[in-house]
Every structure is written in C-alpha cells, then in structure tokens.
C-alpha cells in the first residue's frame, strides 16, 4: 500500500525552528521528484520547496529561500524539510507530494507559528 506520512509539525514561537520528515512505503523516492507544499485557512494550496531525483537540484518559494532547506535520503526512504527563522505567515498544513509516474499526496501536518 502506498503511503506518505508526514510528522514533526507543531507549536512553535517566531523565530524558532521546526524539522518535518515524510516517510514513503509501498514505492521508493528515488525515482520521484519530492516536494513540499503549504495551506493555510483561506488559501490555496502553494509549492514550498522540491527536490528532484538524479541530480538532488532543490527549488524553493521565494518566501521561504534562506529559512527552509529541503532534503531526502534515499536509503530511509524519507524527505525532510528543515524549517528555520520561522514566522506567523509560515503558519499552515504542510503536505508531502512525491510526482512521478504516479501522484501521491500524505495526509498534512499541521504547523503553527505563534507567541
């Protein structure tokens, strides 16, 4: 059965830091292009950062270069995104996307960014 499942979201203060991991069964990541996406209430779904497969190239939203870094290891079947300097507008469901010969989407996890 094919499965992402994302973790590490929660409460944290402007600022601070939170690292989200999204772990894949039933395929393996190395042949998809992993990406990172974002929802907040009220509005649309938006790429945060991808990183694609062969030559591990990254692209990220403007609004997160520099705080967000996103990578993956193969052998754990598993992609991270590392999220530093966060701020309230940083605050959403944050979804993991593997884009290959199939689309699969996790189920989110939440993250809150608030004093």
């Known amino acids: 059965q094919v499965q992402l499942v994302e973790s590490g979201g929660g409460l944290v203060q402007p600022g601070g830091s939170l690292k989200l991991s999204c772990a894949a069964s039933?395929?393996?990541?190395?042949?998809?292009?992993m990406r990172w996406f974002r929802q907040a209430p009220g509005k649309e779904r938006e790429l945060v950062a991808g990183i694609r497969t062969i030559s591990v190239l990254t692209n990220y939203a403007d609004s997160v270069k520099g705080r967000f870094t996103i990578s993956r290891d193969n052998a754990k079947n598993t992609v991270y995104l590392q999220m530093n300097s966060l701020k309230p507008e940083d605050t959403a469901v944050y979804y993991c996307?593997?884009?290959?010969?199939?689309?699969?989407w996790g189920q989110g996890t939440q993250v809150t960014v608030s004093s």
């Open positions: 039933g395929f393996t990541i190395s042949r998809y292009f």
């Open positions: 996307n593997a884009l290959g010969t199939s689309d699969y």
